[in-house]
């Protein structure tokens, strides 16, 4: 998995509690991300990375947020407030900019309860 | 609007055969586009990237076509594997900042033998 690596790979969760999702790359690349993905629909951007103690809100931020306090790590916590947080949850990173190639980990499946 | 449109949506075939998906897009500026395949459960793995100039890129039994003037692409699987069951992700990048990263839906492909 490109020196990716997302923990866990299952996770269970009631409703109503926060969870952190990690990740972790030993690639040095400077741009980290997270991405959502649901049945028959593409992958969507939740925040992303590009400098460390520096990211971006994409196209689903809400109910998310995120830390970049080391180049290596880019954990996203799923809050109470994201209304359906069942989902797989991929992390990926990349050299520069986002038009780069950008290399994903194996992925966490979230089940909310 | 940018979009990326993938056909079939799914697809059946017989081990050994060959088969060929579609991806068509409305990105502009573009940058590159890129076919991923993605295994049930884990994270995406690029195939190929091909850029403006580039008409055709291999990879094995994997071969991408870009006609960038018809916004048009195609992945074709040569002599297919049971191995090959998995979701094609085409990813269109824009040359924009921020985001850039189009995805496609993805076609499921199912090798039977």
């Known amino acids: 998995d490109g020196g990716i690596t997302q923990s866990p790979k299952y996770l269970f969760r009631k409703e109503g509690q926060n969870v952190t999702l990690s990740c972790e790359q030993n690639?040095?690349?400077?741009?980290m991300y997270w991405y959502r993905q649901d049945p028959g629909q593409g992958l969507r951007l939740i925040y992303y990375?590009?400098?460390?103690?520096?990211?971006q809100k994409g196209d689903i931020a809400e109910g998310y947020s995120v830390s970049r306090e080391k180049k290596e790590s880019f954990p996203l916590t799923v809050t109470s407030a994201q209304k359906n947080p069942t989902a797989f949850y991929l992390c990926?990173?990349?050299?520069?900019?986002?038009?780069?190639?950008?290399?994903f980990g194996p992925g966490t499946r979230l089940t909310v309860l | 609007k940018n979009q990326v449109e993938q056909s079939p949506q799914s697809l059946i075939i017989l081990e050994g055969k060959n088969c060929t998906l579609q991806?068509?897009?409305?990105?502009?500026?573009?940058?590159?586009l890129r076919w991923y395949k993605q295994d049930t459960g884990r994270g995406p793995v690029s195939l190929t990237i091909?850029?403006?100039?580039?008409n055709t890129k291999s990879n094995g039994r994997y071969t991408a076509t870009l006609d960038a003037d018809t916004k048009q692409s195609s992945l074709h699987i040569t002599a297919s594997q049971l191995s090959d069951s998995a979701s094609y992700i085409c990813?269109?990048?824009?040359?924009?900042?921020?985001?850039?990263?189009?995805f496609g839906k993805g076609t499921t492909l199912s090798v039977s033998s």
């Open positions: 990926a990173s990349s050299f520069g900019l986002p038009y780069n190639e950008q290399f």
């Open positions: 991806c068509n897009y409305t990105v502009s500026p573009f940058s590159n």
């Open positions: 690639l040095n690349h400077d741009a």
């Open positions: 091909m850029t403006f100039s580039e």
């Open positions: 990375s590009q400098i460390v103690n520096d990211f």
């Open positions: 990813v269109v990048s824009a040359q924009q900042a921020g985001t850039a990263l189009i």
